[in-house]
């Protein structure tokens, strides 16, 4: 099932007394936020969409001015809070590239048909993905996230068909 948000980052603490606040990024292209127009707050279950009037960059983080949010106290109120996207408003992929969220939860099969787990985690590494595949007993593979371990992905049929190389058990 495909997922209808996107969480690209959380408010960790206010910015300054004028309202800015501090995003921790869930996205690989930090700059993506230059982008965005508005999105979509969710903290404790409660959802607002917030209309964006300012971004700035800081040692890796976000800065985000929100229109209406004019003082320290007000962007308090923020903190804590994911920031979401709608699917249509993310960034298109290049061929052969999926949002982590589209490949969690799908069934691993090697390309003998054999079902190793389903997809539980996936983190990034310097080389590359790696996919965390938890079976039913709670027993983990770590598969690198290569063309040569990922043969195919298949969202419709919600599968990946991997080649296990040796020693990956």
């Not at 980052?9 to 004028?18: A, L």
């Not at 003082?71 to 308090?76: F, K, Q, S, T, W």
């Not at 903190?79 to 999926?98: G, V």
């Amino acid at each position: 099932m495909k997922q209808e948000y996107f969480e690209i980052g959380q408010i960790v603490n206010t910015f300054g007394i004028k309202g800015q606040v501090k995003v921790t990024p869930f996205t690989d292209d930090i700059h993506r936020f230059d982008e965005l127009k508005k999105v979509i707050l969710e903290k404790n279950k409660k959802v607002q969409e917030r209309e964006i009037e300012e971004v700035t960059y800081h040692k890796n983080m976000v800065l985000i001015k929100f229109k209406g949010i004019e003082d320290i106290n007000m962007a308090e109120t923020l903190r804590n809070s994911y920031l979401k996207i709608k699917r249509e408003d993310a960034k298109e992929l290049p061929e052969d590239t999926y949002y982590i969220a589209d490949l969690l939860g799908l069934a691993v099969y090697t390309e003998d048909g054999e079902y190793l787990g389903k997809v539980d985690d996936i983190y990034s590494t310097k080389a590359n993905d790696v996919y965390v595949v938890k079976d039913e007993e709670g027993k983990q593979i770590l598969l690198p996230g290569t063309k040569e371990v990922i043969q195919k992905v298949d969202l419709e049929k919600e599968t990946i068909t991997v080649h296990l190389l040796e020693g990956l058990r």
